[in-house]
C-alpha cells in the first residue's frame, strides 16, 4: 500500500513538473514551435518518461484542458444540482474567480495569450450551461423582479458568459488588480439579468 502511494505521489509529480513546463513555453511561444525535448528540457525528464504519460503533445493539451475543466464543473456546474437559492450567483462567481486567481499563470496563458484557441470555446460552453441553468430556475421559481422574464433565457446566457470571460481575460491581462471577492461583486452588480434583491453585496 505504501509502495503504490509512493508511486502515485511519483506519477503526480512528474505530471505537474510536465504540465508546468508546457504552460511555461506556451507562455513564451506559439504552440507550433513547441516540441516535445523543449519540454523534457524544461522539465528535467528524458522523452521516454514523457511518453510514459503522454502519446504527444496533443494529448498532453486534452489532459490538461479536461482536469480544467472537470474542477470548473465541480466548481460551478455541481452546485446548481441542488434547487437554486438567491445568492447562488456570487457566491459561484467568488469560487471560481478564487480557483482562477490560484491557478492564473496558467489561466493567464489560456484566455489572454489564446496559444491553445479552443480553450476559450470550452469554458464559454461551461459558462453558458450554468448561466442557462441558473435563469431557467429562476424563471420556474418566479422569482420577484427577475428582469428576464420577457428575454430567452439563452440569450441572457449569451450575455453572461460573454460578459465574464471578457472581464476575467481583461482581469489576468491587467495582473488582477482587484480581488476575487470585489470583481465577483461588481460583476453581480453590473449585470442586468440578475435580480435586484440578488445584487445586495
Given at each position: 500500500m505504501a509502495e503504490k502511494t509512493y508511486l502515485d505521489l511519483r506519477i503526480r509529480k512528474t505530471r505537474k513538473a510536465i504540465r508546468n513546463a508546457f504552460i511555461d513555453l506556451l507562455a513564451e511561444k506559439e504552440l507550433n514551435k513547441i516540441s516535445i525535448n523543449a519540454i523534457t528540457q524544461k522539465a528535467e525528464i528524458n522523452r521516454a518518461t514523457f511518453y510514459l504519460h503522454y502519446k504527444d503533445i496533443n494529448d498532453l493539451i486534452d489532459s490538461i484542458l479536461d482536469d480544467l475543466l472537470a474542477?470548473?464543473?465541480?466548481?460551478l456546474i455541481d452546485k446548481f444540482e441542488e434547487s437554486y437559492k438567491p445568492g447562488d450567483e456570487?457566491?459561484?462567481?467568488?469560487?471560481?474567480?478564487e480557483h482562477i486567481a490560484e491557478n492564473s499563470h496558467m489561466y493567464k496563458v489560456l484566455l489572454v495569450t489564446k496559444n491553445i484557441p479552443y480553450f476559450t470555446p470550452k469554458l464559454m460552453d461551461l459558462l453558458y450551461e450554468l448561466i442557462l441553468t441558473t435563469t431557467e430556475q429562476q424563471s420556474i421559481q418566479k422569482t420577484e423582479d427577475f428582469l428576464t422574464v420577457d428575454t430567452p433565457s439563452d440569450i441572457a446566457a449569451w450575455y453572461g458568459t460573454s460578459a465574464i470571460i471578457g472581464t476575467i481575460s481583461m482581469w489576468l491581462g491587467n495582473d488582477m488588480p482587484y480581488t476575487p471577492k470585489y470583481l465577483a461583486e461588481r460583476i453581480i452588480q453590473l449585470n442586468p439579468f440578475?435580480?435586484?434583491?440578488?445584487k445586495k453585496i
Open positions: 474542477d470548473l464543473k465541480k466548481i456570487l457566491t459561484s462567481l467568488i469560487l471560481l474567480l440578475i435580480p435586484a434583491k440578488n
